[in-house]
């Protein structure tokens, strides 16, 4: 069991290579690259430019005066590096949070000609990739099992600032996810507060609107036969025929109604046609005179 997961942990470490690649670029352009990249990790970037040539439609190495402006910000947008580099050699910085860093390049257009074009091939190291290992046997003096051992080390150091970088990023998406839930969440109450609030705004509105037409209804019913008819049955008895429209007021829904009124109260004597007409004619004044 301990020969497999030693065994694992090698294949993870080479699995973790560099990125190699090239592209070109133009004088006034800007090339951006995004890394991620735990705390507290070193990462290293070679570069070699080489200038166009349209005699043999090639490229060919570039000039001494042709450099390269580089510009590094880490995932809180802060600058940890800008400089201007030579056509061609390596830069080192650390990282000392753990998120996307931006890597940008642009011409040191001074030094250029106008229209000139250039491949840049670009190699990002990070984590023990980003170390000259040959170098640290001659300087510490090591031995190779000496320097094996170290590069397992610095492999496993690798692989737990890894696995912390995951954490971090599975702590960050959760706490955007519970952010987002609660901002839905307030969301839904506050659409619910404002569905309340005009709700009974337009029930208010209604209940003052009925109210008026309840007013015109017994002011035009007052005084004569028709008195008998201003019960407040009879008023919802009529509002469920005619609504608050001043066309639905006609002959037919009146008769209508008094036929309702008079099914409720037996007692009652039905108006002659002529009286049906005379009120129906004064309810669709007040009707459209409240609207």
Not at 253 to 273: C, F, G, H, R, Y
């Amino acid at each position: 069991m301990a020969h497999r997961s030693a065994c694992l942990i090698l294949v993870l470490c080479t699995l973790h290579s560099a990125c190699g690649l090239y592209f070109h670029m133009s004088e006034t352009e800007r090339k951006c690259f995004l890394e991620e990249v735990p705390d507290e990790t070193d990462v290293k970037v070679d570069y070699k430019m080489e200038l166009y040539d349209p005699r043999s439609n090639g490229f060919i190495p570039s000039s001494p005066g042709i450099g390269m402006h580089v510009e590094v910000r880490d995932s809180n947008n802060k600058i940890i590096l800008s400089r201007v580099y030579r056509s061609q050699g390596w830069l080192f910085f650390t990282a000392h949070a753990p998120g996307e860093h931006v890597i940008c390049m642009y011409s040191n257009s001074t030094a250029w000609f106008s229209g000139a074009q250039l491949r840049v091939h670009l190699d990002i190291q990070v984590g023990e990739h980003a170390i000259n290992y040959a170098n640290v046997a001659q300087k510490e003096k090591l031995t190779t099992d000496q320097l094996r051992i170290r590069q397992l080390l610095d492999q496993v150091e690798q692989i737990t600032k890894e696995q912390n970088y995951q954490r971090y990023r599975e702590d960050r998406f959760r706490h955007t996810s519970e952010s987002t839930n609660s901002r839905v969440l307030w969301w839904s109450l506050a659409q619910t507060v404002v569905l309340v609030c005009i709700s009974t705004l337009q029930a208010f509105n209604l209940r003052n609107e009925r109210l008026d037409l309840y007013r015109a209804f017994c002011k035009v019913l007052s005084g004569d036969e028709f008195t008998m008819f201003t019960s407040l049955d009879a008023f919802k008895a009529l509002m469920e025929i005619i609504g608050t429209s001043p066309e639905a007021v006609t002959s037919s829904a009146i008769s209508q109604w008094v036929d309702q009124v008079l099914d409720l109260d037996s007692s009652l004597t039905k108006p002659d046609e002529i009286m049906l007409v005379n009120l129906t004619q004064r309810l669709h004044d007040k009707v459209k005179e409240c609207k």
